[in-house]
């Protein structure tokens, strides 16, 4: 069976190589979306909404698919694709949360991305409060590691003393 998934848009990014792991929210850099002429319609009060979903296709994933994969700086722990938030993925899908900054015609402005520069967008959702958070929420895999939130640390690209 094959999905056919067509782009909405572009993503723009300082990013022409590399790209953070997670978004950094601090990033004050250039972040915006272009959405296609013919999706513009769709974005009629999103700007009411202060974070928003962005699902978009990583297009030029390199690594090679495997079903373990050592998140880094994660000590060499071998964990499950699924447990991971690694790019290399059957279905190369990447969802990111961002701020909102603001609506230009069919331009989104937002808050740092962890994306190259021309992403394919392939879909834009409001975040809702309560809807989309888990006070419970827990850490997973993560927990075990004595380091955790030294690792969250990295993954959030927040600077910080070794
Ligand atoms: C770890 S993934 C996380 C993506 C998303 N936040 C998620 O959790 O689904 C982020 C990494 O994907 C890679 N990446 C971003 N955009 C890409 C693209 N268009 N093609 C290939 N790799 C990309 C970059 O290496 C970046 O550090």
Redesign the pocket.
């Known amino acids: 069976m094959e999905i056919p998934l067509k782009p909405i848009g572009i993503i723009h990014t300082p990013?022409g190589k590399?790209?953070?792991?997670?978004?950094v929210e601090s990033d004050t850099e250039d972040f915006f979306v272009e959405v296609d002429e013919a999706y513009a319609g769709g974005l009629a009060e999103l700007e009411k909404f202060r974070y928003i979903y962005l699902l978009?296709?990583?297009?030029?994933?390199?690594k090679p698919l495997s079903m373990t994969v050592e998140p880094p700086w994660a000590d060499g722990r071998e964990v499950g694709l699924f447990a991971s938030?690694?790019?290399a993925r059957p279905n190369?899908?990447?969802?990111?949360i961002v701020r909102l900054l603001k609506v230009e015609g069919r331009t989104i402005h937002t808050s740092g991305l962890?994306?190259?520069d021309?992403?394919?967008l392939l879909d834009i959702k409001p975040y809702i409060r309560e809807l989309d958070s888990k006070d419970d929420a827990n850490y997973g895999w993560l927990d075990d590691l004595d380091d955790r939130d030294h690792l969250i640390l990295h993954i959030r690209g927040i600077p910080h003393d070794h």
């Open positions: 990013y590399y790209a953070p792991y997670q978004p978009y296709y990583m297009d030029r994933v390199k938030r690694s790019p190369p899908i990447g969802l990111s962890d994306v190259l021309g992403t394919p």
